[in-house]
């Protein structure tokens, strides 16, 4: 059983291990790619301000050009799926009785 919250914490405590909704994983989601794609426009925009330093200008350049695509890859990348445990306890068939037993029929 996991718990997770805290006690000075007003929100919900979950008690069980279902997957979080689909409006908070999407949320989720979201904001891990506004801040990479805040991190790609904070890198073209300090590649402006040191073009006098042309390394430093390409260096930041060069560090901008794969975010947007990590960005994406990042944010359409669902959660993995639980793996479920399936009971696989097997026994034996066995016969409920090995002993035979008279068959009494009535005469009516």
């Known amino acids: ?19 979080p909704s689909h409006e908070v994983e999407h949320a989720r ?16 925009i300090a ?14 350049l060069l560090l901008s ?13 669902a959660p993995p799926r639980k793996r479920e445990d399936v009971n696989r306890f097997r026994r034996e068939a066995r016969a409920v009785e090995r002993t035979s037993h008279p068959v009494i029929d009535s005469a009516e």
Do not use: H
């Open 29 to 44: 989601r979201r904001r891990k790619y506004s801040i990479m794609m805040s991190v790609r426009l904070g890198c073209v």
């Open 1 to 19: 059983m996991t718990v997770s919250g805290s006690d000075q914490d007003d929100g919900p405590i979950l008690i069980t291990e279902a997957a």
């Open 47 to 60: 590649a402006a301000l040191s073009y006098q330093i042309w390394w430093l200008a390409l260096g930041f």
């Open 65 to 77: 050009i794969p975010l947007p695509w990590m960005a994406v890859l990042v944010a359409n990348d």
